[in-house]
């Protein structure tokens, strides 16, 4: 093979010093054997560039490997006493704040400064995920607050940390020039479509403030969502602009050199220490330097060098994702492009070769990491990059030109910022209907079975790729190429395919599971031990017993069924058969007590407690119930689960509509509760006051997706939204799990069921 990869030798001796602690004989050993390799080393006797040793590799990998070990050693590492305290004062403050989110709580990277230990401080700079439910000022540069801390198992902070008390802000942080900039930027948009205004900050310099969760959702759930972090593309493009200007006024070679890598820079400055621009920044100014030297390009040698650098510099960036997806992404583009392009170049035209050679490039490499924080991955990311690549150089240049207009020019910023808006408003446009069509995102197996897998396959890839173009022998190249060809039909066959009917494991938890179960209802209770109470069974053809398989409910102590509607009651047939233990099966008084067999009314004021959660029925009341129609006949049930935060209420208002429900809380007024459960799948006559009166924090709709009833009515929906609840609907989610932390009620989407 001509290419050199002892670059690689290197960065793969720097990330695993990087990432794990090499005990003190282990690197005593690495020592001595790098002491015997360079031994053996001066007593080869080689003539010419071709050859170098076989063990070349391994001593550039030591190398690596101890240079970031050994500065390792030389760090006083900072970390909190072990005293199994979970609560404790200290001084924080956040890398990059973000927005609140809908609830008003702010979440993101922060740093521990000092903390209170023995009546004093202590100076220690620890990283953390902070989230503070708490109004903070967007101008707090550092605060004081009592936070409640759980160690992280992995990534690039130690804790998660939660402010139990309200901040009291220290010192607050001037704007400085690049904050003001961005600020006129994002005024300047405001004319534009939703899209455009969203994407437009993050394309441009990494800003993501301005989506929202459905627009961020829709990103990641395409593989859209890396357009919106800076990356080498844009380090690039601001390169080639700087160097044609240079030109232009026939600036020298020697001072444009240096020209080009202060521009680069004060870009890095004006985006933030991101660790992608980080890279991209140091690979683009030592490739500068390359070429300055007459030594070419080199990038196979200058991602390594530059990636190295960082790790030295500092090695907490061997354990955050944004850098390994940065290197891995770029690594795979430059290594697997040019074969990936011979192979498309044989049925595409050049161009569109070029354009899939280095999405799939950066897909294949990228896959583990991908795999390690989602345990999932994009159908459709592929042809949606395709279909946006053409449009990321004029979105980038003109809205470059527009940053940079927006304050000495804005009435021509304003006119030019059209340009790049529209590509961005089709962009966005394109992540919402890709995030929308069938099995958007396919589950991949969890845990490390799933990202040992992927790490194989991403492998095996790049390992026949760069073989069958690489190899001087013909028979290797037809081989591998034959291989790769096999692999990636198996993979097209059946990979894929089956993913479709895939489900990942579920937990054990989950609170409050609602199921998809179509145009009906099935909700289900957690009671722990592989036990549930079941509220509903949904229609005959819902799949409910499938939902409680996948929840691994091998019991149900109890059954309630609201009413007797075959939206609720038509599962119960196949829950019978199913082979789960039943216990109680508990009805209103208005149920027609002969369609299920060993039904027991419940009366109103009944309930039970199960240790962790216990039920209260409010309604129907008796005599009411036995004239009633059978949506008012419902059974309302308050749920009380018991935990280490305090008492959670969910309300289950069965299919009452609104003059029965009305009746039933005047005589028997209910405080507001955490969780609702919309009354009729979020239908009109379900009425909106039930909604004002519990004023939930998340409300459940169970609904079938399209169907012919308009549920949930848009009424309901306002409703909620004037309360601040989130909505959770079947007919849009799929089964809904809900979960309940100290950092509130947590969803998780299960997706729907292969019907």
């Known amino acids: 093979m001509n290419t050199d990869f002892r670059g690689l030798w290197l960065l793969a001796g720097a990330w695993i010093a990087a990432c ?3 005990p003190g004989l282990l690197l005593w050993v690495f020592i001595g054997l790098l002491a015997l390799l360079l031994a053996l080393l001066l007593r080869e006797r080689h003539g010419g560039a071709q ?27 900072c970390v909190l006493p072990e005293d199994q305290e979970h609560q404790r004062r200290a001084v924080l403050s956040f890398e990059q704040a973000g927005a609140p989110d809908p609830e008003g709580v702010r979440k993101g990277k922060a ?25 903070l000022p967007d ?25 139990a008390s309200e901040p009291k802000v220290l010192s607050e942080a001037e704007p400085n020039a690049a904050d003001h900039l961005k600020q006129r930027f994002s005024l300047a948009l405001n004319h534009l479509p939703g ?12 800003d993501r403030e301005g989506q929202d969760e459905a627009l961020s959702d829709a990103m990641k759930t395409s593989g859209l969502s890396h357009l919106t972090a800076v990356s080498g593309s844009n380090i690039a493009l601001l390169a080639a602009i700087a160097l044609a200007l240079l030109r232009l006024f026939q600036i020298p070679r020697a001072p444009s050199t240096l020209l080009m890598i202060g521009a680069v820079w004060l870009f890095t400055w004006f985006v933030g220490p991101d660790p992608s621009v980080l890279r991209a920044s140091l690979m683009g100014s030592i490739a500068v330097l390359s070429l300055l030297a007459g030594r070419g390009q080199a990038s196979l040698g200058i991602l390594p060098l530059s990636a190295t650098i960082l790790l030295l510099i500092d090695p907490g960036l061997g354990a955050e994702p944004a850098f390994a997806l940065s290197v891995l992404a770029t690594l795979g583009i430059i290594m697997l492009t040019p074969a990936l392009t011979e192979i498309f170049g044989q049925f595409l035209p050049s161009w569109l070769a070029e354009l899939t050679a280095i999405c799939c490039a950066a897909q294949f490499t990228c896959l583990p990491v991908v795999i390690a ?3 999932n991955f994009s159908l459709y990311s592929l042809p949606a990059n395709l279909l946006v690549a053409p449009l990321l150089p004029l979105i980038t240049a003109v809205g470059m030109a527009c940053l940079l207009l927006c304050t000495p020019l804005p009435s021509v910023a304003h006119a030019l910022l059209w340009i790049p808006g529209l590509p961005a408003e089709l ?47 013909v028979r290797v190249r037809q081989v591998s190429l034959g291989i790769l060809g096999a692999v990636l039909v198996f993979a097209a066959a059946l990979i894929v395919p089956a993913t479709m009917f895939y489900r990942a494991p579920v937990g054990t938890n989950w609170n409050i599971a609602m199921c998809d179960v179509g145009q009906g209802d099935a909700v289900v209770i957690n009671v722990g031990e592989n036990q549930g109470w079941l509220i509903d069974a949904g229609p005959p053809d819902g799949n409910v017993v499938q939902c409680l398989r996948r929840l691994n409910i091998t019991a149900l102590p109890i059954i309630f069924v609201t009413h007797s509607h075959a939206d609720h009651l038509g599962g119960i047939e196949a829950v019978e058969e199913s082979g789960i233990k039943i216990g109680q099966r508990l009805v209103s008084a208005g149920f027609e007590i002969d369609r299920w067999p060993g039904a027991q009314v419940v009366e109103q004021g009944g309930g039970q407690d199960f240790g962790t959660v216990d039920y209260h029925v409010i309604g129907p009341e008796t005599v009411a119930a036995r004239s009633a129609e059978p949506n008012d006949t419902s059974l309302v049930i308050r749920f009380t689960f018991h935990t280490h935060n305090g008492d959670i209420d969910y309300f289950s208002a069965g299919d009452m509509e609104t003059e029965a429900m009305a009746a039933l809380l005047r005589k028997n007024p209910q405080p507001p509760a955490a969780i609702l459960k919309a009354s009729h799948h979020g239908a009109r006559n379900g009425g909106t006051q039930i909604i004002k009166s519990i004023s939930p924090q998340v409300l459940l709709v169970s609904a079938g997706k399209d169907n012919s009833y308009g549920h949930p009515h848009p009424e309901t929906l306002r409703a909620a939204q004037e309360v601040g609840a989130r909505v959770f609907r079947t007919d849009q989610s799929g ?21």
Not at 112 to 132: M, N, T
Not at 444 to 459: S, Y
Not at 735 to 755: D, I
């Open 20 to 22: 794990f602690t090499m």
């Open 51 to 77: 050859a170098a040793p076989w063990f070349t590799g391994p001593i550039v990998f030591l190398l690596g490997l101890l240079a970031v070990a050994s500065l390792g050693l030389t760090r006083t590492e």
């Open 111 to 135: 740093t521990i400064e000092r903390y209170w230990q023995d009546d004093a401080w202590v100076q220690c700079e620890i990283p953390v995920y902070l989230s503070v439910p708490y109004p």
């Open 139 to 163: 101008h707090a540069a550092s605060f004081e607050s009592v936070v409640s801390l759980d160690p992280a198992d992995a990534g690039s902070f130690n804790w998660w940390a939660r402010a």
């Open 195 to 206: 899209n455009a205004r969203a994407l437009l900050p993050g394309m441009l310099y990494g």
């Open 373 to 375: 924080l989602n345990s």
């Open 427 to 473: 962009i966005g446009r394109i992540a919402q209907f890709s995030a929308g069509l069938p099995g958007a995102v396919r589950p991949w197996p969890a845990g490390a079975f799933g990202i040992v897998l992927a790490i194989m396959l991403a492998a095996v890839l790049c390992i026949l790729l760069i073989a069958g173009r690489e190899t001087e022998h």
């Open 735 to 755: 089964t809904v799990l809900l979960t309940f932390t100290e950092q509130g009620v947590l969803s998780t989407a299960m997706g729907s069921p292969v019907r």
